[in-house]
């Protein structure tokens, strides 16, 4: 059976938000913990990894991390790409890793259950759509967990998806993708 590793990048500073947005109280909890349990509910994410930075131990002094691999990302200021290779070495030889973003709460079981189901080894990548637009998760193929060292800046694996073989799939219907940048959002988000 395929090995399919977690990776919970939760490492940004949240500067838009104004404070620790991982640890914005959400329905009694703070946001990264609806994130990981999400990926928890799937149970076949192995190993799951989450991957802090600024504030990294606020953060891990009030979500349970419980069977989950901390990492820090000590240049987390870099950007994402920083927290994606800090993370990635924490793999292991997962064949595979689907990656979900600590700010977006609302991502369900359904959608990681999903992407993990249509995972296609001919492809370098697999992403849920939403209304035709492509958003997290997204499951990589050990091809991109190895160029990981090429990434830079705050902009993820965006460029190296632009020249691979990249599927979609269509999960608007299960779920809304919006991330927690700013408080307006949250508040918004919780009328």
Known sequence: MTRVAGLILAAGEGRR?????????LDGVPVLAHVLGTARAVGRLSPLVVVLGARAQEIRAAVDLTGVEVVVAEDWSEGQAASLRAGIRALGAAE?????????????????AGTLERRDPALDALRAAYDGVPGHPVLLSRRLLDRAGELRGDVGFRDLLAGGRVGTWEAGHLCDPTDIDTREQLEAVTR
């Open 96 to 112: 595979a890793a689907l990656v979900l973003l600590g700010d977006q709460p609302f991502i369900t079981p359904e959608v990681v």
């Open 17 to 25: 938000f104004g404070g620790a947005k991982q640890l914005a109280p």
